[in-house]
Nanobody, 125 residues
Framework: QVQLVESGGGLVQAGGSLRLSCAAS????????MGWFRQAPGKEREFVAA????????NYADSAKGRFTISRDDAKNTAYLQMSSLKPEDAAVYYC??????????????????WGQGTQVTVSS
């Protein structure tokens, strides 16, 4: 369990790139699975990507595969989401989350118990 703060959102043209950061405070970040989710107005919170505590396993939603990359730097207690080839349908509030354990494989928001405040991503056509 850690405190999470997202940053890096903003306005970008379609086809452009953006990198989101999730800064974590706490003593056990290196032992946590981390995930990124997004939520657009009127829609349920949607899985984007996850990375295991070891960094050796990643998982992506079909919508993100090939365009987004999740990574982590345990020395900095930070997780990242690098987004490229952005589309208008990628616009949403993006949240990072952890499930408080080394469990890996969950893709539903209910499987993650701890959340940041979110950062807005807007993509213009």
């Amino acid at each position: 369990q850690v405190q999470l703060v997202e940053s890096g959102g903003g306005l970008v043209q379609a086809g452009g790139s953006l990198r989101l950061s999730c800064a974590a405070s706490g003593r056990r970040f290196s032992e946590l699975t981390m995930g990124w989710f997004r939520q657009a107005p009127g829609k349920e919170r949607e899985f984007v990507a996850a990375i295991s505590w070891s960094g050796r396993n990643t998982n992506y939603a079909d919508s993100a595969k090939g365009r987004f990359t999740i990574s982590r730097d345990d020395a900095k207690n930070t997780a990242y989401l690098q987004m490229s080839s952005l589309k208008p349908e990628d616009a949403a509030v993006y949240y990072c989350a952890d499930d408080g354990s080394r469990h890996f494989g969950g893709t539903h928001w209910r499987e993650f118990d701890y959340w940041g405040q979110g950062t807005q991503v807007t993509v213009s056509s």
